[in-house]
């Protein structure tokens, strides 16, 4: 009898069921192509190709006015089409049989990862792939070094995101390489500060970047060892100068490791706890302060508190250095009581001028149970790459905030995730040296001097300024004089810029 059976292995490969496969696993691109082709139809094509042209040129001209906001909206789309289609697929099957990620089966067939989707940020592509049977991730991470040279990236990182499916991230830029960082300039004058607007650094677009204590309220400040939370705080402090000066901000700074980071300005704050024991009593003042205000701002019919306004009524900022110390690797009472007091002024003193700015090194919920209440929450170098959605929020990471590859040589560089907005944010807070912090203290502890003129000696011969006082012509030595230090209120610096908020 004649055999009348199929070979499988020659169906598999058929017009229809190659169209069809493709038809299902290109939604996009193919809804795409049939809007075209039916708008074409209907408009006609000489139409929808002027109509093309206008968009283009719009798109062009968004990206050159608003970079950032063309990227945010826009351009991760069309660059992750374009790379995917031109850059990926196209050289994918060549990059995988070079670099031995190609298997066969049983009717001799060749057998490629698939490339399903990607994925693109201003510095990473994630390029997702299915694995063929008999692979493992550890192949790929054998050969990362190969992806990345055989796409011109500067590395190449792998994830697992289930059996069978990987992510191979391609970093193809590091724009703070080559970004000058300059520490901003600190204000002089208590109407240079806006707490909306708070400078501290530059974004990965070049753009000046700032914290916000009006939207952004409360922060925290996750980072590993020398990841730079301190020039983040201190960045913070120096652009609230004046206000720390004229009364209107009190700090509240707690710093557990015996103030070690703090302890340059002791004099700057308002009160100042080196150990769990103090810091317990310390944010039970905070506190009762805010309490107190509360029921005194009710009393007079205050509903809101409004930065700035009066010293009688001051931003009370509480600083907490390494939050992990006071919620978990304490006695378990003062964790307890600890963690219930920061809880509260998380949720309750946004109208009465309360903020809250902690840093941690360990993001976990169990180690810092309040995590959730922080509206805006910035990942430095994080030593788990599970910590970084612990830190910004959920499948974060997936979005691109590659957290855990930040290098060591690079501290400042931070992912911010700010409530509401579903993308992070790459920056880099400038570096605060031990001067800088000198100079911050210098200033906000000084008080206004009237300046005078004092006679002195140019070349030899004694001159005497019509606005001194009469020395009756005797010698030039103002010894008996009390030298009186000049202080700079910012008259001739420049104006401040316009810098963006987180």
């Known amino acids: 009898m004649r055999e009348t ?28 192509l049939a809007a075209v082709g039916i708008t074409g139809c209907y ?9 093309a042209g206008v968009a283009v040129a719009a798109g062009a001209s968004w990206r050159l006015l608003d970079r950032p906001t063309f990227d945010r909206f826009a351009g991760r789309l069309v660059r992750a089409w374009w790379r995917r289609w031109f850059v990926y697929q196209r050289k994918w099957a060549d990059i995988a049989f070079g670099c031995g990620l190609t298997s066969s089966n049983r009717h001799g067939h060749s057998l490629v990862p698939k490339l399903l989707s990607v994925r693109s940020t201003f510095c990473w592509d994630s390029l997702r792939l299915r694995l063929v049977r008999g692979q493992a991730a550890e192949d790929f991470e054998q050969v990362l070094d190969r992806l990345a040279n055989a796409y011109n990236a500067r590395r190449a990182t792998l994830r697992t995101i289930k059996p069978g499916v990987i ?23 208590d109407s240079a500060v ?45 652009g609230l100068a004046p206000w720390i000066r004229s009364g209107r901000v009190r700090l509240w700074v707690l710093d557990p490791k015996g103030g070690m980071e703090f302890g340059q300005g002791a004099e700057l704050f308002h009160r100042f706890a080196t150990d769990d024991q103090s810091g317990l009593e310390l944010t039970r003042e905070y506190v009762d302060t805010l309490d107190e205000r509360k029921t005194e701002m009710g009393r007079h019919g205050r509903r809101t508190w409004t930065p700035g306004h009066s010293a009688d009524y001051p931003l009370d900022l509480l600083i907490v250095d390494e939050l992990a110390a006071m919620s978990e690797y304490t006695d378990r009472d003062i964790s307890r009581e600890f963690t219930k007091l920061l809880s509260k002024a998380l949720t309750q003193y946004r109208a009465v001028g309360g903020r809250v700015v902690a840093a941690t090194q360990e993001p976990t919920k169990d180690v810092i149970p309040m995590r959730g209440l922080f509206p805006t929450t910035v990942a430095l170098r994080l030593e788990e ?34 409530e509401g907005s579903r993308e992070p944010l790459r920056v880099r807070a400038a570096y605060t040296s031990d001067d800088d912090i000198t100079e911050l203290v210098r200033y906000a502890t000084s008080h206004d001097a009237e300046i005078l003129d004092f006679p002195n000696r140019d070349n030899g011969t004694e001159t005497e300024s019509a606005d001194s006082p009469d020395t009756g012509g005797e010698s030039g030595e103002t010894d008996d004089i009390e030298h009186i230090e000049v202080i700079d209120d910012g008259e001739d610096e420049d104006d401040d810029e316009d810098f963006d908020a987180a």
Not at 5 to 23: C, I, K, M, Q, S
Not at 390 to 416: C, H, K, S, T
């Open 43 to 51: 408009v006609g094509f000489h139409t929808m190709l002027l109509g």
């Open 194 to 238: 806006d707490l909306a607007r708070l400078p501290l650094g530059r974004d990965e677009y070049g753009r000046d970047f700032a914290l916000d204590l009006v939207g952004g309220i409360h922060y925290l400040i996750a980072g590993a060892t020398g990841a730079g939370k301190g020039s983040w705080m201190w960045g913070l402090l120096r």
């Open 385 to 418: 790459a599970s910590y970084v959605d612990m830190a910004l929020g959920e499948g974060v990471r997936d979005r691109g905030a590659f957290a855990d590859q930040i290098p060591d040589y690079m501290p400042g560089v931070a992912y911010v995730k700010t």
């Open 5 to 32: 059976r199929v070979n499988t292995g020659d169906t598999e490969r058929t017009p229809a069921r190659l169209l069809l496969r493709f038809l299902a696993r290109h939604p996009r691109s193919v809804g795409t």
């Open 167 to 189: 992510s191979l991230d391609v970093q193809k830029r590091e724009p703070f390489d080559t970004l000058f960082i300059p520490l901003p300039e600190m204000p002089r004058e």
